[in-house]
Structures are given as structure tokens and as C-alpha cells.
């Protein structure tokens, strides 16, 4: 029989006697892999969803306006999107190859309402569109009811809206538009042929949507262009370009389609890689449970090791064996965590549905590549992770393996490991501190990666060193009271400190993580609210989704006219090409604003007054700005407004770039703005503030609320109001972040399961021996439980440490950025702290039952 056969004999006789011992290492790898495939089939499946969406709705051939941008996040938008002359429809139609030319209207920037002032638009953050029913439009939908609108008073809806919304024929909706308000009632619903992600779509006859959506009539924001048989897209748009004289955005089908899946593409590739992050935290978890699998087995196959050798097996050969071993742990618990991972996919796909982002299970995408990258992943880590107990299994001597129950601890090995730990720990306390004390934050940033990165990879190394120091101390506060069962239970965790080191090592990673997260977003919440109360003079903050539209704006002056404020200061964003003194150009973004906005933010100046800057022809500029390019209080600079003339504007302050709110921001006086830029030009109100009239603030916050009562989309806030928005702003993305890191804290509580169960497995002998001199099951139980909770605890101390240490470092690189306020959340770390103790309870019970219904004599005769 060749050795390559007795040793995957060998292997596979060890394996499925040992299976149980394996399972929750398989589990690990399973939930690991099963994260990694169902991330790559979830992003898969949504490019593929959002791809045959654009490419149904992409014309042949699309012309509209250079640069054109239905919307603009930040508020700066006039709130009617850009459009070409109806007579650019005639010049296309005369262009080679044409079958059939029509004008299309659509915006972004609306809002339709129901009967009740209920918002109809998704609440996932996937756009409204309103527009008019085109030929084109029959390529992505169909009218399943009713009929196309045929007049003013008539809307027609997409059948997921109206099922969302519980919608019908006959139903009142009114649409909030730049242009004004307008009411329709619902003539017609139209389904989608395709799975639609989560859009809202409204449409209208042609003139009603470029009345009320573009301010006109003769008007389009696109032609389509429908080419004629055997004209190739490509040769379509070459003939249309000849055609049209002045600067067009020409887009074939696939480029357009091209663009706007490039666009949501790189939204998701930020949350593909970030939930792939997510699972290599998972993985790296996982790989401290194979560790102490594999070291526990082979310590408790010694004499079986022994044999071999004495038998004539190579170290090699052993080594072989152990790592087959861990191929087929890999194996199986890759292949389980693929199917796992379609699974998982499903259910996220479920739960977006349910969220209001429509994904059906039709496109599941699961590309060849997919399958593989789980496997290889599983599989690669499982054996890497299995070869350092695979190399200590192949060093065991024959004599040695039989005179002893275990392998023998290699001293000098554990004080390099020390050595090595200590001086990585340092290392990244180092890098910390120089992180702490950068003046500039991307310098910071990478000495704080680098710490990050040492200080965890040393508390890993050096774990077993502290392990020996951290729970004496543990003990000393928690065991004691439990007497000799509490004295057991401190020197079973002593007993290996490289075991007890790994495991809390593992539950470490994931605390460590949620307690640095925990420090940035108090530190955030509480550097912004000091920032309010010092900087913020309003009593009110209004803000509206994509701007505050028109209507609302003079609703909420009407407010000041009634007596009820002393003010309202209206923040609009422009853009512009500047040119500093030193010839410089920049684009930049000013803020156009009226003079009360100088007491609603009260801005530091380094050089002039800011009320100065409200002046005729007159700005401000952020100190880093002037810094930069020269600039000080009297020069003059040229300003391009976007779709506007050229202005000279005198820079009369400069103000301090030490603040949270608008940073290094350009200001100017509203009226200077809207003699530069023509009427149609001047963007929506991004923001607005009030300030109440003396003693009526109560009635002044009811009465702002209720002059913009009939928007959905706009809020006023108080400061209060605008506090508890920021805290669960930080509040949400920190709960999502820590129920991504829950994958990795369910692992490592596997880890302490599987060390507890192997370890009852490794001290049979031992606890029948105790149970025959006189311990209870109740005592033994509580032994075992005892012992998991010190792990847990020590796990727990070394990762909020570590963590609230990384926290701290990165709120000194948020001081500079105007965050300097520091705030350990000592509620949250306390909690997580106590649940760590609960968990190690958990974790101990199966253990600690089993080991309570050991037979006496049978433990005892136990070799």
C-alpha cells in the first residue's frame, strides 16, 4: 500500500470519527463562505436587475442637452431639469437612417402626494419620475388598466406604486413640482416588463408635463430616435451628430445604458466591498477556531500520533495527514456555505422587497466564478489555517508522543512568540500615537491603519501572555467567590494559556470593532451638537429633499409676515468658475445666502467681518482656501456664475476653517447671486433658517410646520429636533455595521463553544476522576460555565480596550476635520461588556450538560 494511500486512509478514518468535533468549525466556514457567496450572487443579481432596466428603457438613439442633470442631491438644482427647443425634434428627423422621432419630458425633482399628503415616492432612496407616455416607453411597460393619460386632469401609474400604496382608478394624486402644484386623478396603470428596483413613475399627456414639470411648453429634456431597418445604432447617431449644429449629448442605446449602469455600479461596489469586508472579518475569526480545532485533536491523538511514527510514518506524512484533514473540513464546509450563500441571497432580496426596492428571484444571478471564489476561499483558509497544528503534529517524537498525553509545549517558541507580540503591540501604540498627533488628516489616516493593524496582529501573538496576566485578574474579582469550583475553573483556563489567548483572541477582533465604532459615533454626535449650540443662531432649520421647492419657500416667508419670526434667511448653492489674484482658476460652489444668514451661523473670521461679505459684489473665503492661493481681505476676484454673467467680487472676510458646519465655505449675498445668474438660473433654496420673535416660540415652530404642511419633503426642525436627527443618522449606520460584525461575533462564540467541548473530550479522564472524589454534576457544570465566562470576559477586556484605544486615535484625526469632542459611550461598552459574560454562559451550556452526563467509571477508565 503506497504511503499516499494510507495517509488519506488515514485522514478520512479521523475525519468522520472525529465529524462531531468538526461541526462547528464547519459551521464557521460555512457561515464565512456562505457571507461571501450570497454578497457576490446579491450585488450580481442587481447590476443584472438595474442592467435589463436600462437597456429596455434606453431609445435607439437619445439626444438631450450637454451636461444635463435632472437633479442635484445637494439642493443647488434650479429644480427644473435641463431641455432642448421643440424644434431640434424637425432637425433630427431630417437625419439618414431615422424611422421615427419623438420628444420626451422627464424630472426627478417632483413629488406626488395622495389624498392624505402621504408621500407615493419609494422610501429606499430610488427616485420619483414624472413625465409624459412616449412610443419608447412601450419597451419597458405595458397598460394593464385604463389608458394613457389624454389630458390635464389625468395621470397614469406603474402597477408596484399603485399596489404599494394601495392605489386605483379614480384616485386623486397631486405632484409638487418646481413650477408649482397640480392635480390629476388616475386614468391608467401601466406595469413593468422587467423588475422594477424601486421607482415611483407618474405620467402625463406631453403638454401638461412640459407645463408643469418644465415651466413651458415647446419643450423636451430628450429626443428618441428610433432607427430604421438595417441602420445600426452607431451609424444612427454618426447621422444624427452630422445633423445638429451646437453642443448635444448623443448617446447610442448601450452607451446610455452603459452610463447609467456605470453609475449605480459604483454604489454597488461600495456596498459589495463593504460587506466582503464584513466576511473577512468572519473569515479571520474563523480562522482562530480551526487553530484550536486542530491543536486540540492532535494533542488528543498523541499517543495515535506516536504510533505512527513508531510504525515507520514520516513527519511529513503526519503533517499530510492533518492537513487532508482540513481539506475535507474545508470542502464540505465550502460546499454547504455556497448553497448557504443562495440562500442568503434569497432572503436579502426578501427583505429589500419588503423594504420597498422591488428584486425578483427571476434574475438570480449566480456567475461561474461565484461557486469558485467560495470554494477557493473555504478551502485555502481551512488548510492554512490548519497548517501550524499540522507542523507541531509532525514535529512530535515517537518516545515523546508515548510517554506523554499531549504535545509538549515548545518554550522557547512561546518566548519569541512573546517577544514578537510585545514589540508588534508597541509598535502599533506607536503608530497610534503618531496617528493622534498628525496635523493633517490623510497623513493621520495611514499611521492610524498601521496601528489599527500592528496593535491587533500583537494582542493576537502576545495573547497567550496575556492571557496568564488578564485572568488571574478575572479570577481574583469573579471567580473566588465560587470557592474550589471557581479555583478549577481558573486553572482550566490557565492550563493552555495558547488556547484560552486564541479563543478570546477571536472574540476580541469583533468587540474591538464595535467599541472603536461606538467612540467615533458618540464622539461624532457630541462634537456636532457642541457645535450646534456654539455656531448655530436659528431657532429653526428647514430642509427639503432635493431643495425646498417654490411654494414652500414662500409659505414659510408668509410665516415672518404673520409676526411669528423675527426672520427667515433662505441658503442657495451656485456654482462658479473663480479666478484668485494669482490668476488661479477654481471651481467652486458659493453660498448665496441673505444677510440674516450671519447670525443664523455665527462663522469665526480670521481677516475682515462676515457681515462685510453680504455686501454688494462682495464674498468670503475659508482660511485653507486663502492660505492656498494667496488671497486676503481686499482683493478682487473673478467669478464665471454657471449659466450667468462674469462678476468682480471684492473678498471682504475670510473666515476660520476650525468648525464643523460649512467648512471652508464661500459666502454671498443672495441679491448679488440673482443679478449675475438669470431668473430661470437661480437654483432652489438649499436650506433655510427662522429665528423666533420674542416670546413666541412655540407658536412660531406650529406655524412654520404648518405653512409647509402640504410638502412631505420638507421638515422644520428645531435645534432639539435637529440633534436627535444627527444622533440617529450615526445612530442607523452604526446599528447596520454592527449587525454585519454579528457574523463574526457568532463565530467566534462557535470558537468558545468548540474549545469548551473538545476540552471536556480532552479532560474525560479528569472530570470522572473529580466527579468520583466527590463533585456534583452541579458543581461540575458550574465549573465548565465558570471557566467560558472567564474566557468571554478576557476576550471582552482585550477587545474594548483595544478598541476604545482606536477610537480615541481616530476621533483626534476627526478634531481636524472640526470633530473635537471626545465621548466614550460607557453605557454602551458596560452592556457589551455584561453580554460578553452572558455569552460565555451561553456558549458553556451544551458543554457543560455533556459533561454532566458523563458516566464516572467510564470517564475514569478512559485513556
Aim: overall charge positive; aromatic content about 6%; hydrophobic content about 45%.
Amino acid at each position: 500500500m503506497s504511503a499516499a494511500n494510507t495517509v488519506m486512509k488515514t485522514s478520512l478514518r479521523n475525519f468522520f470519527a472525529h465529524k462531531g468535533r468538526m461541526a462547528l468549525s464547519a459551521i464557521a466556514v460555512l457561515l464565512s463562505v456562505a457571507f461571501v457567496s450570497g454578497t457576490l450572487v446579491f450585488t450580481d443579481t442587481m447590476d443584472k436587475t438595474f442592467d435589463k432596466l436600462f437597456s429596455a428603457t434606453s431609445p435607439d438613439v437619445s439626444v438631450s442637452p450637454k451636461g444635463a442633470d435632472q437633479t442635484d442631491d445637494d439642493g443647488s438644482a434650479t429644480g427644473r431639469p435641463e431641455a432642448l427647443p421643440a424644434s431640434t425634434l424637425a432637425t433630427v428627423r431630417e437625419a439618414e437612417g431615422v424611422k421615427s422621432v419623438e420628444g420626451a419630458v422627464s424630472s426627478m425633482n417632483v413629488t406626488v402626494v395622495n389624498s392624505d399628503n402621504k408621500n407615493m415616492g419609494s422610501t429606499t432612496g430610488a427616485p420619483t419620475i414624472a413625465g409624459n407616455w412616449t412610443h419608447n416607453d412601450l419597451r419597458s411597460m405595458e397598460i394593464t388598466s385604463g389608458h394613457a393619460p389624454r389630458g390635464p386632469t389625468e395621470v397614469m401609474v406603474d402597477a408596484d406604486t399603485a399596489k404599494k400604496h394601495h392605489l386605483k382608478m379614480g384616485d386623486e394624486l397631486r405632484t409638487i413640482a418646481a413650477t408649482g402644484d397640480f392635480t390629476a386623478k388616475i386614468t391608467g396603470i401601466a406595469s413593468f416588463k422587467m423588475t422594477n428596483p424601486g421607482a415611483a413613475v407618474v405620467y402625463f399627456d406631453t403638454a401638461t408635463a412640459q407645463r408643469e414639470l418644465l415651466g413651458a411648453t415647446g419643450k423636451f429634456t430628450q429626443i428618441n430616435v428610433a432607427a430604421a431597418e438595417g441602420v445600426s445604432d452607431a451609424r444612427l447617431k454618426a447621422n444624427v451628430a452630422a445633423e445638429l449644429t451646437g453642443t448635444y449629448k448623443i448617446q447610442t442605446q448601450k452607451e446610455a445604458a452603459d452610463a447609467n449602469a456605470s453609475d449605480v455600479g459604483s454604489f454597488m461596489d461600495v456596498i459589495k466591498y463593504a460587506l466582503l469586508g464584513f466576511a473577512g472579518i468572519a473569515f479571520l475569526v474563523g480562522i482562530f477556531l480551526i487553530i484550536n480545532t486542530f491543536s486540540m485533536l492532535v494533542a488528543q491523538r498523541t499517543r495515535e500520533i506516536g504510533l505512527m511514527r513508531a510504525i515507520g510514518s514520516s513527519r511529513k506524512q503526519v503533517n499530510r495527514s492533518v492537513l487532508v484533514e482540513a481539506l475535507l473540513l474545508g470542502v464540505v464546509g465550502s460546499v454547504l456555505g455556497v448553497g448557504a450563500g443562495m440562500g442568503l441571497a434569497i432572503g436579502l432580496m426578501k427583505l429589500m422587497s419588503s423594504m420597498g426596492m422591488e428584486l425578483s428571484t427571476d434574475d438570480l444571478t449566480v456567475k461561474r466564478t461565484t461557486p469558485a471564489i467560495g470554494l477557493l476561499l473555504g478551502i485555502v483558509v481551512t488548510v492554512l489555517a490548519a497548517y501550524l497544528p499540522a507542523r507541531r503534529a509532525g514535529k512530535v517524537s515517537p518516545m515523546a508522543a508515548l510517554r506523554d498525553a499531549g504535545t509538549p509545549a515548545d518554550v522557547k517558541a512561546g518566548v519569541v512568540r512573546g517577544v514578537i507580540g510585545l514589540v508588534l503591540t508597541g509598535g502599533g501604540g506607536f503608530a497610534l500615537y503618531l496617528a493622534a498627533q498628525a496635523d493633517k488628516a490623510s497623513q493621520g489616516a495611514l499611521w492610524l491603519g498601521v496601528g489599527i493593524v500592528a496593535s491587533l496582529i500583537g494582542f493576537v501573538v502576545v495573547g497567550p501572555l496575556l492571557a496568564g496576566i488578564v485572568v488571574r485578574v478575572i479570577s481574583a474579582v469573579l471567580l473566588r467567590m465560587f470557592g474550589p469550583v471557581g479555583r478549577m475553573a481558573e486553572r482550566n483556563a490557565l492550563r493552555n494559556p495558547r488556547r484560552t489567548g486564541a479563543t478570546g483572541a477571536a472574540l476580541m477582533i469583533g468587540l474591538a470593532l464595535v467599541a472603536c465604532l461606538s467612540v467615533v459615533g458618540s464622539s461624532m454626535v457630541a462634537s456636532a451638537t457642541s457645535e450646534l449650540d456654539k455656531s448655530v443662531g436659528a431657532d429653526f432649520i428647514v430642509e427639503g429633499q432635493g431643495g425646498i421647492k417654490p411654494q414652500a419657500a414662500r409659505d414659510l416667508k408668509q410665516v415672518q409676515k404673520d409676526g411669528y419670526v423675527s426672520h427667515v434667511t433662505e441658503v442657495k448653492y451656485v456654482k462658479a468658475d473663480l479666478t484668485t489674484p494669482n490668476g488661479a482658476k477654481k471651481s467652486e460652489e458659493l453660498v448665496a445666502a441673505t444677510p440674516t444668514y450671519a447670525q443664523d451661523l455665527r462663522r469665526e473670521t480670521t481677516s475682515g467681518e462676515l457681515s462685510a461679505a453680504y455686501g454688494k459684489n462682495a464674498m468670503s473665503v475659508g482660511s485653507g482656501f486663502a492660505e492656498k492661493h494667496g488671497v486676503k481681505v481686499g482683493d478682487t476676484m473673478t467669478a464665471a456664475f454657471d449659466h450667468g454673467r462674469t462678476a468682480k467680487l471684492r473678498v471682504a472676510a475670510i473666515t476660520s476653517d476650525d468648525t464643523t458646519f460649512d467648512k471652508g465655505a464661500m459666502y454671498t449675498n443672495l441679491s448679488t447671486a440673482a443679478s449675475y445668474l438669470p431668473a430661470d438660473r437661480m437654483p432652489l433654496n438649499g436650506m433655510m433658517f427662522a429665528k423666533a420673535a420674542d416670546g413666541k416660540d412655540d407658536a412660531a415652530y406650529k406655524a412654520l410646520k404648518a405653512s409647509v404642511a402640504a410638502d412631505p419633503t420638507v421638515h422644520v426642525k428645531d435645534q432639539t429636533d435637529y440633534k436627535q436627527t444627527l444622533k440617529d443618522q450615526i445612530g442607523q449606520l452604526l446599528n447596520m455595521i454592527y449587525g454585519l460584525l454579528a457574523l463574526a461575533i457568532i463565530v467566534a462564540v462557535l470558537g468558545v463553544v468548540n474549545t469548551l467541548a473538545l476540552s471536556v473530550v480532552e479532560r474525560t479522564r479528569e472530570i470522572g476522576l473529580m466527579r468520583a472524589i466527590g463533585l456534583s454534576r452541579r458543581q461540575l457544570r458550574r465549573m465548565i460555565r465558570l471557566e467560558s465566562v472567564v474566557i468571554a470576559v478576557f476576550g471582552a477586556l482585550l477587545g474594548l480596550g483595544l478598541g476604545m484605544g482606536w477610537g480615541a486615535t481616530a476621533q483626534q484625526l476627526l478634531a481636524l476635520e472640526g470633530l473635537g469632542v471626545l465621548e466614550i459611550p460607557w453605557p454602551t461598552i458596560l452592556a457589551v461588556f455584561i453580554a460578553s459574560a452572558f455569552v460565555g454562559l451561553f456558549a458553556a451550556l451544551v458543554p457543560a450538560f455533556r459533561a454532566g452526563r458523563m458516566n464516572v467509571l467510564g470517564a475514569i477508565a478512559t485513556e
